[in-house]
Nanobody, 123 residues
């Protein structure tokens, strides 16, 4: 499975962006999906996760109410809608496919990773 993340960019604080993660094979449609982010010198941080059928979602506390994860299984694409962005949301965002049908909050629970897309929020 190859994952291609896109949609990153530069936005002012309070703005919005939508990230997309396209999978190369339908294998990912039965896997949980997640979004992580990383800044220089820090460990990769879980941001949001969604189960294989979209029925269950999980969020980092600091993004609850601002970010929404969703997926379109027919298109093998997972999205992260980010609103009310803050400068502290600046990071490289990675999408990942879980080893199971459900998402997790730990890096090791994910088997496949996309290449990352940069999100920069200016104040």
């Amino acid at each position: 499975v190859q994952l291609q993340a896109s949609g990153g960019g530069m936005v002012q604080a309070g703005g919005s962006l939508r990230l997309s993660c396209a999978a190369s094979k339908r294998t990912s449609s039965n896997n949980g999906m997640g979004w992580f982010r990383q800044t220089p010198g820090k460990e990769r941080e879980f941001v949001a996760g969604i189960s294989w059928n979209g029925a269950s979602t999980t969020y980092l506390d600091s993004v609850k109410g601002r970010f929404t994860i969703s997926r379109d299984r027919a298109k093998d694409t997972t999205y992260l809608q980010m609103s009310s962005l803050k400068p502290e949301d600046t990071a490289v965002y990675y999408c990942a496919a879980s080893r199971t049908s459900f998402s997790g909050t730990v890096y090791s629970q994910y088997r496949y990773w996309g290449q990352g897309t940069q999100v920069t929020v200016s104040s």
